[in-house]
């Protein structure tokens, strides 16, 4: 089965602390993005990449971090700097960088 | 600074009925929009994509047309299921920085398909 799987789906942390959010896909593609969706809000981009080895900053990059060693993964860590972090998280790949794009199931981040 | 615009109230319809959703854009000139449904807790599913070149496109009983002077595209679901209930965002390439790949979304609209 192709898709795209992101873990954990409920994640706590508390208030200082770093956390990592994986995203795995297995369609190949090869670009793959992040959003947070707030409630009521609309998905907002965080990072994204277009290839491997290489990410840009999304709209609202401050206080997260991606890496991208290889093409099915594409890990976001929320860090201790990203001041507002509590929010639904949810990662996508395209296989270029027009079309549609394939969501994983989310990841719900809450800071305690 | 670009900006999308989708109706915040949710639409409650009645089961057979047909549901038509907007979404108007400015300061944009996209070459195609995007939808896609999202159900609670989920991540969002792509439905269409209508280019700037086409007036409409239809996919089962879903209905888009886009409309470049306007800045605006309709979404309809005719016959409409409660399985149709769900929220539905449009999403247009651009951001505030260059445009490859990135999708801008709107906040949604949701659709209550009442029996």
């Known amino acids: 089965d192709g898709g795209i799987t992101q873990s954990p789906k409920y994640l706590f942390r508390k208030e200082g602390q770093n956390v990592t959010l994986s995203c795995e896909q297995n369609l190949n593609h090869d670009a793959m993005y992040w959003y947070r969706q707030d409630p009521g809000q609309g998905l907002r981009l965080i990072y994204y990449s277009q290839i491997v080895n290489d990410f840009q900053k999304g709209d609202i990059a401050e206080g997260y971090s991606v890496s991208r060693e290889k093409k099915e993964s594409f890990p976001l860590t929320v860090t201790s700097a990203q001041k507002n972090p509590t929010a639904f998280y949810l990662c996508?790949?395209?296989?270029?960088?027009?079309?549609?794009?394939?969501f994983g199931p989310g990841t719900r981040l809450t800071v305690l | 600074s670009q900006k999308i615009e989708q109706n915040s109230e949710a639409l409650n319809i009645q089961e057979g009925k047909t549901a038509t959703l907007t979404c108007n854009y400015t300061?944009?000139?996209?070459?195609?929009l995007q939808w896609y449904r999202q159900d609670p807790g989920r991540g969002p599913v792509f439905l269409l994509l209508i280019r700037e070149n086409e007036k409409e496109k239809r996919k089962e009983r879903l209905k888009v047309t886009f409309d470049t002077t306007l800045k605006q595209s309709l979404f309809h679901i005719t016959a409409s299921q409660p399985a149709d209930s769900a929220t539905y965002l449009c999403a247009l390439p651009g951001g505030t920085t260059d445009s490859w790949g990135k999708l801008q979304f709107g906040a949604g609209t949701q659709v209550v398909v009442t029996p």
């Open positions: 996508a790949s395209s296989i270029t960088g027009q079309g549609e794009q394939f």
């Open positions: 300061n944009y000139s996209p070459a195609y």
